[in-house]
């Protein structure tokens, strides 16, 4: 048997809040997704003005970086051609990001989920994401 520590909504709304705050002073509306460490859906947001597009890749970065238990940029990093992951961007469907804005959140050394933000460049959405997670961790 396994004991498993995941987020639950009060979590996801926290990783909301210092995501949302984040964006707000860069001046830039994003979506925002929380995940489970398995990548199911906790909590979504779209910021007033945050891209229509961005919606299904904000949810999908936060996917891959709970369920794969990576940042969205180290896929990108090893999946170009010639990489050690090249082509691994269109497995799961094409769920798989490999764009910077993805982070798996992390207590005690076990990825309990995921926050991924689009809507930005990928440094502004990574940037974003990294302020969620601080604000989280801050509060436990």
Do not use: W
Request: aromatic share 4%.
């Amino acid at each position: 048997m396994i004991t498993l520590s995941r987020l639950d909504l009060a979590d996801a709304g926290t990783l909301l809040v210092g995501a949302r705050a984040r964006a707000t002073e860069i001046g830039v509306p994003m979506c925002i997704a929380i995940t489970d460490e398995g990548g199911n859906l906790i909590a979504f947001e779209r910021m007033d003005g945050g891209k229509i597009t961005s919606i299904t890749i904000a949810i999908d970065k936060s996917y891959t970086a709970s369920a794969a238990k990576k940042a969205t940029h180290e896929y990108g990093a090893i999946s170009q051609p010639g990489g050690v992951a090249y082509g691994i961007a269109s497995a799961i469907g094409g769920r798989l990001m490999v764009v910077g804005g993805g982070l798996p959140v992390i207590v005690n050394g076990a990825v309990v989920g995921g926050i991924g933000v689009s809507s930005g460049s990928p440094a502004q959405d990574q940037d974003v994401a990294q302020a969620g997670i601080d604000a989280f961790l801050k509060g436990i």
